[in-house]
C-alpha cells in the first residue's frame, strides 16, 4: 500500500514564496501529483511528476526525488486566492491507476 | 473540457434509507473512482471500476456497493445509511490508456462532491 504524509496547516504571507512537503511509502509508484482544493470545491490538477527533478508551471513548480520518497510543491508569489487544501496524491503502478491522497495541507495566505 | 457530474450537491438522509449517488462523465473514461473525504483523513477509496460491470473494492468498501451498468455512469449505494456515512462524497474518472503513453500523466478528473449528512 502506500502511505503519505504532508504538514496540517501552513500560513504565509501574499507575495511570498511557500514550500510544501510530502513523503511517502509506495508498494508501487506511477507517478505523483498535486491538486488544489478549495472549500466547498472538487479538487483541480496542478502537476505530475513521475521522473526526478523539478517541473515548472508558472507560478507553481513541483519536485520529484524517488529514491527518498519525497515532493515539495513550490508556490511563488502567493496570491489571496491561493488558500485553498493542497493535496499530494501517488499512482500506483497497476493498470487501474489508483491514487492514495495525503490528508492535504491547508494552506493560508495574509495580506 | 472533461466534465464529471455528481447528481446532487448536498443530501440529507434518514438512518437506515438506502441511498444512491450518481456520477456521471463524458469523456469516455474506462476508470472511474468513488471517494469520502473527511476532516483529518483526507480522500479515501470507497471502490472503483476499470470496466463496465467491473468493480473493485477500494480501502473502505464496508457499507457501500457500486454499480457500473453504462461506461459514463458510476453509482455508489449506501444500502443502509449509518450516521458515521456523513461525509463529502467524490467521484473521479480518468482516462487509463493515457497512462502508459508517451505523455502519462492523465489526472484524474473530480465531480463536484456530494455532501451527504445522515441523521
Known amino acids: 500500500g502506500q502511505n503519505i504524509d504532508q504538514p496540517t496547516e501552513m500560513t504565509a504571507t501574499e507575495g511570498a514564496i511557500v514550500q510544501i512537503n510530502c513523503t511517502y511509502q509506495t508498494s508501487g509508484f506511477n507517478g505523483l501529483f498535486w491538486y488544489q482544493q478549495h472549500a466547498g470545491e472538487a479538487p483541480t490538477f496542478l502537476s505530475y511528476?513521475?521522473?526526478?527533478g523539478l517541473e515548472e508551471k508558472g507560478r507553481f513548480s513541483s519536485f520529484l526525488s524517488r529514491s527518498k520518497g519525497y515532493s515539495y510543491l513550490l508556490l511563488k508569489e502567493l496570491q489571496m486566492k491561493d488558500s485553498a487544501s493542497y493535496l499530494c496524491a501517488v499512482r500506483d503502478n497497476t493498470n487501474a491507476g489508483k491514487s492514495t491522497f495525503g490528508d492535504g495541507t491547508t494552506l493560508t495566505v495574509k495580506p | 473540457d472533461v466534465k464529471v457530474t455528481q447528481s446532487s450537491r448536498y443530501l440529507v438522509k434518514r438512518t437506515g434509507e438506502k441511498v444512491f449517488l450518481e456520477c456521471v462523465q463524458d469523456?469516455?473514461?474506462?476508470?472511474m473512482f468513488w471517494y469520502r473525504q473527511d476532516p483529518g483523513l483526507g480522500l479515501r477509496l470507497i471502490y472503483f471500476?476499470?470496466?463496465?460491470?467491473?468493480?473493485e473494492k477500494g480501502d473502505i468498501p464496508e457499507g457501500y456497493s457500486v454499480s457500473r451498468e453504462k461506461k459514463e455512469r458510476f453509482s455508489l449505494i449506501l444500502e443502509s445509511a449509518s450516521t458515521n456515512q456523513t461525509s463529502m462524497y467524490l467521484c473521479?474518472?480518468?482516462?487509463?490508456?493515457?497512462?502508459?503513453?508517451?505523455?502519462?500523466?492523465?489526472?484524474?478528473?473530480f465531480g463536484q462532491g456530494t455532501r451527504l449528512t445522515v441523521v
Open positions: 511528476n513521475v521522473l526526478d
Open positions: 473521479a474518472s480518468l482516462d487509463p490508456s493515457a497512462i502508459s503513453g508517451s505523455d502519462g500523466n492523465t489526472e484524474a478528473f
Open positions: 469523456m469516455d473514461h474506462e476508470n
Open positions: 471500476s476499470y470496466d463496465v460491470k467491473m468493480k
